[in-house]
């Protein structure tokens, strides 16, 4: 078992006790009691010891599933709860692992599950021992053995629908790897009576119906049988068909599980001959016909069925029939023939029929077994399984019973036997004190009946074979007379005179108290059974047979081995087989299961109480617990019982060091169990009382509470620290995390600006070293350049002459030069004429001129201007001078200004000096005359003109009489304020005087003249030129007002009509207005 593997017990979760022994108090109540509990929550199996109580659930559970077999499969027996396959395992392993031969016996009454508990066993023995096709057929042998036996040996019963009617042992045979290699079978005791004859309910064995029912049409013509049970005497009719049982189907299944066992098809044939036989023998009826001597004789009445039969097994039908009249009796060398009357033939027949069947079924068994038997002769390991009738008490209970608990009282001894040797031996083992063990000894009752002095069966066999009339009676009188002191006898009239007076015990009975509980016995039959005879010519016409299986099944027929001998009693045989079992038992390890049946009603989870105590008292189970009891009710090797009860003690829990048995001690000792209540063997510690063991359980029970609340605990706390743990840790890792993220990129931030602030130190340093660099190597390039200058000087200097590149400028100067000759050449040529007006200009011959050639333009029209200018003389100087002033004046202001242009302003045009008619003039005229010309004076009151001489001088101006030279009016310049004029192309003019001067009385002058321009030039230039008064200022206006003496006069110009020509009219049109029409322009 693995370290890790839970170590489970029997005491876990226990429904009642798991094991009787551990009841407490113990009683039959109790027993039963705890029984029922476990019965009702389908706990069919409970232990006392290692013996295994087992109680018919009547339905299926699902505990015998594969899971199952494993759950058991290597575990110790009070490792789990109770159950047919610890038991298995438990004796499995024994044989195959310490080599001891086991024997599973099987007990209970009829229905209560010993045929099924067998099966299980051999099941659970068959999944868990070695695989291989050899071992699987073997196995498969092994296990179709049953159905074939099942078939021929069981029967519907009243108890029991498949009950099994012959006491079965089969001795199952290992190698030494526990692998099987056959098996052997022994039968005892079958129930043949049943052949002939079935209680009420009942019916005859399984093959009879299978047959019918299964068989081919052509199988059964051959059998010459039909399918019809009614057809049949032997066969009873009242349940020939049972519920749940298909006998068809099964049929299939015993000829299928022939042939798996090695039945050969003949074999199978002549098995199945016998059968219908046996059907047919029962159907043969007698008639009695009267003799002469006064006997009657019987008679076959049909000799149809007869016929028939002969014609199945091969006899000659007059040997039969001839066998069922008469007998022949062998005395003393003498053969005595005698009739048989019908009651004889008839108990002929039958005894010929169940002699039949019984003797096939032996040879079945044997047949089975030549099959199964090992094939090797190596020694082998033992494993045998008894499958028997459990005690019997009926109410009538007769010589079969008797047997029966015969055997079962065997049983019960060497259980005993065995129990207490193997209790001794674990003592001696242990090192344990043997205590004597008080029990009752069923001894003296096998004694009883199997001494072979007075024992009863002794005294029956010698009844059955002394001469003489023998009778049931007789066979009681000699019981009375032999055992009537014996303890466990009881019977009516013995000279024992205490059951004088009971009246429960018939006159014809004996009571026989056995280890179970007492039980009655009717002498009937006792004899005839015993004896169980068979005619001899019967056995003789059997062995006649032209039949081989039926001639060996007869072999007493053969007349050549007459035997005068009695054939054994059934009785003795039955002793002998008993004796050779229980010695083949007793040299095997027991294993006992003891089946119950919980019901007469073959009803699930149903519970009668009277019925299990009855059968718990017969199948001695209280005195199984008492023995177990005894001495030690509980132990266990020092190691589990330690793991199971090491918490109850501070020292041992959770580890013992030291060894298991120290542990122990150490542990019963702080519990303060008292001493007598244990012993210490080698390996085991026995403990003498359940009590003892249950205050252990309960203890374990609270302590496992408070462990359990332990753990539970502790594995909270276990699993929130880990959980906090991880928590803590995750956390650990996410902040480490998390900083170490923050700190990167702090890092690279500072890292970044560190770089930044580095790279500009750097750039600024570089930089700094570059500029310094950069001006050291200019300096160094200056030196240098400077130096190739200076070099480059001094060589060009010095080689200038001989270069040609000095050729390029050269010519480039010379082009120049050349290109600036010949430009100033051809302009020379083409230079514009010397007027000023003139505005022509040659045409740039070069760009780059351009500059130049405007520059040179202007100043040489500067210098013509100059050359124009530097050739005029004083006077026509002043004559232009007077010319710009006038231009000044009047240019674009008066239309007549443009015709003024061209004439020369000659001022004096009268040449006065040298007109002697203007002599008186040149008095007044004593300064120098600037102008002298004649002009109209217009006539204030019409606007007609008159001529005038008009004269100018510095000083003053005079008008004159054209013809006379007087001088009219001589008025001096300052007096003067303006001139108007018009715009027009007229000669009007009118000079404005100063108000308040003397002048002014006269009035304004209107005048006009043609050379008006002039005039008014000259005497505004007059007016300029002295620096004591204020130029006179000329007005042009169309309309102006002009003062006649103390009137104002409005001077208009108007345009005239075409009418008019070119003349220059002046109207005075009113008082105040003075109209002056000029030509168009
Ligand atoms: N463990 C079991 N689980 C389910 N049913 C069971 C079990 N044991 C017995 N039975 C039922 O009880 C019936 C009788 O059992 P079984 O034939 O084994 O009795 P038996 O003790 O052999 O009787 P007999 O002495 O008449 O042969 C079975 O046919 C089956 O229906
Ligand atoms: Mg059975």
Redesign the pocket.
Same mark, same amino acid.
């Given at each position: 078992m693995s370290k890790m593997e839970v170590k489970t017990s029997l005491l876990d979760n226990m429904i009642g006790v798991g094991d009787m022994v551990l009841l407490e108090p113990l009683s039959e109540e109790t027993f039963i009691d705890n029984l029922q509990k476990r019965f009702s929550h389908n706990e069919?199996y409970t232990y006392i010891g290692s013996v295994v109580i087992?109680m @018919?659930?009547?339905? #299926?559970?699902p505990i015998?599933t594969a899971d199952k077999v494993e759950e058991y499969r290597n575990r110790n027996f009070y490792e789990l709860s109770p159950h047919?396959y610890a038991l298995s395992d438990e004796a499995y392993r024994s044989l195959r692992d310490q080599d001891k031969d086991q024997c599973i016996l099987?007990t209970?009454? #009829?229905?209560?599950?010993?045929?099924?508990?067998?099966?299980?066993v051999m099941s659970y023995v068959a999944a868990v021992c070695g695989k291989g096709h050899e071992v699987n057929k073997v196995k498969e042998q092994l296990l179709q053995s049953n159905p074939v036996l099942e078939a021929f040996g @069981?029967a519907k019963?009243v108890? @029991?629908? @498949? #009950? #099994?009617?012959f006491g079965k042992y089969m001795d199952i045979e290992f190698d030494f790897k526990g692998d099987p290699l056959g098996g052997v079978i022994s039968n005892y005791l079958l129930e043949k009576s049943r052949v002939v004859k079935q209680p009420r309910g009942e019916r005859n064995f399984h093959i009879f119906y299978q047959l019918l029912s299964g068989a081919s049409e052509d199988m059964l013509k051959k059998l010459k049988l039909g399918r019809d049970f009614s057809k049949y005497n032997y066969l009873s009719l009242d349940s020939a068909t049972v519920n749940g049982l298909d006998d068809a189907a099964n049929f299939r299944t015993v000829r299928n599980a022939m042939q798996i066992v090695g039945f050969l098809e003949d074999e199978v044939q002549s098995v199945l001959e016998l059968v219908a036989a046996v059907l047919k023998l029962g159907n043969i009826e007698f008639k009695p016909e009267s003799r002469a001597n006064g006997f009657d004789e019987s008679r076959v009445k049909d000799k149809n069925d007869l016929k028939e039969m002969c014609e199945l097994l091969g006899i000659e039908q007059l040997v039969l029939e001839r066998a069922f009249s008469f007998r022949t009796v062998e005395a003393k060398m003498e053969k005595v023939s005698t009739t048989l009357n019908v009651a004889q033939a008839y108990y002929a027949r039958d005894a010929l029929a169940k002699n039949l069947y019984s003797r096939m079924f032996s040879w079945l068994v044997n047949r089975i077994n030549e099959s199964i038997k090992a094939k090797t002769k190596a020694r082998k390991k033992v494993m045998g399984v008894l499958?028997i009738?459990?005690f019997e008490i009926f109410e009538d209970n007769s010589f079969e019973q008797f047997i029966i608990n015969y055997c079962n009282e065997k049983l019960q001894q060497i259980f005993i036997e065995l129990t207490l040797r193997e209790e001794q031996e674990e003592y001696v083992r242990e090192g344990i004190e043997w205590t004597n063990i008080e029990y009752f000894n069923n001894a003296i009752i096998c004694e009883l009946i199997e001494n072979n002095q007075n024992g009863i069966l002794a005294m029956l066999d010698e009844e059955c074979l002394r001469p003489g009339t023998v009778t049931d009676e007789t066979f009681l009188d000699k019981l009375n007379t032999v055992c009537a002191e014996h303890q466990h006898f009881e019977s009516r009239l013995s000279k024992n005179s205490k059951f004088l007076t009971d009246h429960s015990l018939p006159h014809n009975c004996f009571r026989i108290q056995h280890y179970a509980g007492k039980v009655l016995y009717q002498v009937e039959g006792f004899v005839d059974k015993n004896n169980d005879l068979l005619y001899r010519d019967l056995s003789q016409a059997m062995y006649k047979a032209n039949h081989s299986l039926m001639k060996l099944l007869f072999p007493e027929g053969n007349p050549a081995k007459v035997n005068l001998k009695r054939p054994p009693t059934a009785g003795f045989q039955f002793k002998a087989s008993v004796g050779t079992l229980m010695r083949n038992l007793q040299t095997k390890n027991p294993n006992y299961i003891r089946?119950i049946?919980p019901n007469d009603k073959?009803a699930a989870q149903v519970f009668s109480e009277s019925l299990v105590s009855h059968q718990v008292r017969y199948l001695g189970l209280m005195e199984n617990v008492r023995v177990r009891r005894a001495g030690y009710a509980f132990r266990q090797a020092y190691e589990p019982c330690l793991e199971r009860y090491k918490m109850l003690c501070k020292q041992t829990w959770p580890h013992w060091k030291d060894l298991a048995r120290k542990g122990v001690e150490v542990l019963l000792k702080d519990l303060k169990v008292p001493e007598e209540e244990f012993s210490y063997g080698r390996s085991k510690i026995f403990i003498r009382n359940p009590r003892t063991l249950f205050f252990l359980e309960e203890r374990r029970r609270q302590c496992l509470e408070d462990l359990a609340t332990l753990i539970q605990k502790i594995y909270r706390g276990w699993k929130r620290r880990t959980h906090f743990l991880l928590l803590k840790k995750s956390q650990v890792v996410v902040a480490a995390w998390y900083r170490r993220y923050a700190q990167q990129q702090k890092y690279q931030k500072i890292k970044s600006s560190t770089i930044v602030v580095q790279s500009f130190i750097r750039g600024w340093k570089a930089r700094k070293i570059l500029r310094e660099l950069k001006y050291q190597k200019r300096c160094k390039e200056a030196v240098t350049t400077i130096a190739a200058y200076w070099h480059g000087m001094q060589v060009r200097r010095e080689y200038r002459k001989f270069f040609r590149a000095n050729a390029g400028k050269k010519i480039y100067d010379f082009t120049i030069q050349k290109i600036m000759q010949k430009y100033f050449f051809d302009l020379k040529n083409t230079m514009p004429s010397m007027s000023p007006i003139d505005k022509s200009w040659p045409a740039r011959p070069f760009l780059f001129l351009e500059g130049t050639h405007q520059q040179l333009r202007s100043i040489f029209h500067l210098w013509r201007c100059k050359q124009y200018r530097d050739q005029f003389t004083e006077e026509k100087k002043a004559i232009y001078e007077e010319k710009l002033e006038a231009s000044k004046l009047f240019k674009d202001k008066k239309a007549l200004y443009p015709s003024s242009v061209g004439q020369p302003f000659k001022g004096d045009y009268l040449d006065i000096n040298k007109n002697p008619k203007y002599q008186k003039l040149n008095i007044v005229m004593d300064e120098k005359l600037l102008l002298a010309d004649v002009i109209n004076k217009v006539n204030r009151a019409n606007g007609k003109g008159a001529s005038r001489i008009f004269l100018l001088t510095k000083k003053n101006f005079v008008l004159a009489d054209q013809k006379t030279g007087q001088v009219k009016a001589s008025i001096p310049l300052p007096d003067l304020s303006s001139v108007s004029v018009s715009s027009h192309n007229d000669g009007f003019f009118a000079l404005k005087l100063k108000q308040g001067t003397a002048s002014a009385a006269k009035g304004d002058f209107l005048l006009s003249s043609d050379r008006l321009i002039e005039i008014i030039t000259k005497l505004h230039r007059t007016g300029a030129a002295s620096s004591d008064r204020e130029p006179l200022s000329v007005d042009i206006s169309d309309e102006f007002l002009v003062q006649f003496k103390q009137d104002k006069v409005c001077v208009k110009f108007v345009q005239g009509g075409p009418k008019n020509g070119n003349s220059v009219t002046c109207k005075r049109k009113n008082n105040r207005l003075l109209e002056v029409s000029v030509p168009p322009p």
């Open positions: 069919i087992s @018919n659930p009547y339905r #299926s559970l015998y047919i099987i209970g009454e #009829s229905g209560a599950g010993k045929t099924e508990a067998s099966k299980l @069981n019963t108890r @029991n629908d @498949n #009950s #099994s009617r499958d009738y459990g089946c049946k073959k």
